[in-house]
């Protein structure tokens, strides 16, 4: 029978033994080093520029040692300086790691609150920003955050009682003002209490250039349209932007705004003198240049309205902002040369969506050519593809009503208007060009409606307003006596106020109404003030 040599086997177990303990303490060595060699390669990588390495050793690292928090925080400022939109949601993941691990780092639960806002993660972000404010309740920024995070939750109510928590918490910083008058100037029903925002920034900080600036853009864009404009001397936009150039000479925004103010008041010379000396000292302003260029273009200047775009297209060598409007000027100018060099132009330096800009331009060209069938299928082709470019969509649309208005399909020129009036439906050159294509098609009423509409812009010309004025005359001319009449009159002296003192325009605007409404011999006597108030 055989039998066990219990010598031999305890000595094999022993090695066994042996050699897994020596095993074990490699491992044990190994495990310890290979993380802190990982860390010396991701800071190595670190120090010689190459954050994507450094962040794939981190990343390996914390597979080691997964609640190392410090290394999670490094890995975090990493992937904060990454662009794109995966690295915001690993980001986010990270946070809420290093803060499970310690929810005592503040810095990064502010870090958080912040990734989770650009995430549109508001629910988050609200949770974070009340966290952080249980300890940091004097914090206005973080106020501000969280009434953002508020905001897009649609809690309305307590988006605004943040919002003014961070003006009380911090009633010297302009952007709370800034924030809280902007959360309430998109609610039209809120407006008042906007203006009361930017009222109270100017009287707290009244040496702050940009509260006025503020102040006066407000008042500018949301007016309403339809309202007289204050005389020139006494317009408090226009005293508002002298009192911010005052405090802080040189500012584009009070070159740019002070212009299209001057434009309202149709002093066209002084607008240009505002844009002309704001480009000095920002020559390289897209705004300033454009507007400059249109304002040439309305005073008939064609040639130079392209000077001032092509020395702009000098100074801002890559943009399309300035390009596009540059080529539209040389083909109404007939430079076909120029305007095929500024197509090559954009397709070889490929900016961003650069195909419906070109694509644009040929358009443009085919219609020069009068070419209007390929003129039409470029430009309905143009509308699918500038879904990122509103303005250019609307260009498209109105282009193509030209289009078919030159190839006798007056449906197609409706439909076209129409899709530009629906989706912003204050575009005067839609509007007036829409009710012309009623006109033209009998449809009188619906003109009537459009030129309404048209004239409630304050860009209106006195040719739009007196067209208006004529068709409602014709129309209450044609009824019993009624207090339309009175009503219409009315009217007309208003649009006859908005259109100021600079000009005989508002003049010229009452005797037209006068004449069409019957009555020749008051209209005569307004001509004859008005011609006597601007012979000199």
């Known amino acids: 029978m055989p039998t066990i040599n219990k010598r031999f086997l305890i000595r094999l177990l022993l090695a066994i033994a042996v050699l897994a303990g020596v095993l074990v303490a490699a491992h044990t060595i ?115 955050h969280l009434g953002r995070a508020l905001v897009g939750q649609h809690e309305l109510d307590n988006a605004q009682k943040s919002f003014e928590t961070a003006i009380d918490k911090a009633p010297q910083e302009l952007v709370g003002y800034q924030v809280y008058a902007e959360f309430l100037r998109y609610d039209r029903k809120a407006l008042v209490a906007a203006k009361a925002a930017y009222d109270r920034a100017v009287a707290t900080l009244p040496d702050q250039a940009q509260g006025y600036v503020d102040r006066a853009d407000f008042a500018m864009h949301t007016a309403d349209p339809g309202a007289a404009l204050p005389a020139q001397q006494d317009d408090p936009v226009l005293k508002d932007l002298t009192r911010a150039s005052e405090l802080s000479p040189g500012l584009a925004e009070v070159a740019l705004y002070r212009g299209e103010r001057l434009q309202r008041h149709r002093d066209v010379l002084a607008a240009r003198a505002s844009y002309v000396d704001g480009l000095k000292l920002h020559p390289n302003h897209e705004r300033l240049n454009l507007s400059l260029a249109w304002l040439e273009v309305h005073r008939g200047n064609l040639s130079g309205a392209i000077q001032v775009l092509e020395e702009a297209l000098e100074r801002c060598k890559d943009t399309t902002e300035i390009v596009v409007p540059l080529a539209d000027l040389l083909i109404l100018s007939g430079d076909a040369t120029r305007t095929q060099a500024i197509i090559d132009r954009i397709e070889q330096r490929k900016p961003k969506n650069y195909k419906p800009r070109a694509n644009y331009l040929r358009g443009r060209q085919a219609m020069h050519r009068q070419a209007w069938d390929e003129a039409i299928a470029i430009f309905t082709a143009l ?52 009710a012309q294509a009623y006109l033209n098609g009998g449809r009188f009423a619906e003109a009537e409606k459009e030129y309404e509409a048209a004239a409630a812009n304050p860009n209106a010309s006195p040719a739009v307003i007196e067209t208006l004025l004529q068709l409602k005359a014709l129309r209450v001319a044609t009824l019993p006596p009624s207090a339309d009449a009175t009503v219409l009159e009315r009217q007309a002296v208003d649009f006859a106020n908005r259109l ?19 009555k020749p011999r008051a209209s005569l006597d307004i001509l004859q003030k008005t011609l006597a108030q601007h012979s000199t």
């Not at 870090?111 to 404010?133: F, G, M, N, P, S």
């Not at 303005?391 to 282009?399: G, V």
Request: positive net charge; hydrophobic residues 35%; aromatic residues 6%.
């Open 30 to 144: 190994q495990a310890s080093r290979i993380p802190e060699s990982l860390k010396r390669q991701a800071e190595r990588a670190t120090d010689a520029g190459q954050p994507d390495k450094a962040i794939r050793y981190l990343r390996q690292y914390l597979e080691f040692r997964p609640t190392d928090a410090d290394i999670q925080e490094r890995l975090a400022e990493l992937l904060r300086e990454r662009p794109g939109e995966s690295s915001r949601s690993e980001l986010v993941f990270l946070y809420d790691k290093i803060l499970r691990t310690d929810p005592g780092r503040q810095a990064v639960r502010l870090e958080a609150v912040i990734a989770c806002l650009k995430l549109h993660r508001y629910t988050d972000a609200a949770t974070h920003a009340r966290t952080y404010l249980k300890d940091n309740p004097n914090d206005a920024t973080v106020w501000r």
């Open 383 to 434: 509308r699918a593809e500038s879904i990122e470019l509103p303005a250019l969509e609307t260009r498209a649309n109105l282009l193509l009503a030209n289009c078919y208005q030159q190839t006798g399909d007056p449906a197609k020129v409706i439909e076209s208007l129409q899709l530009v009036t629906m989706k912003e439906p204050g575009h005067l050159d839609a509007r007036v060009s829409l």
């Open 500 to 518: 100021g003192q600079k000009t005989a325009d508002g003049g010229l605007i009452l005797a037209g109404y006068a004449r069409t409404a019957g």
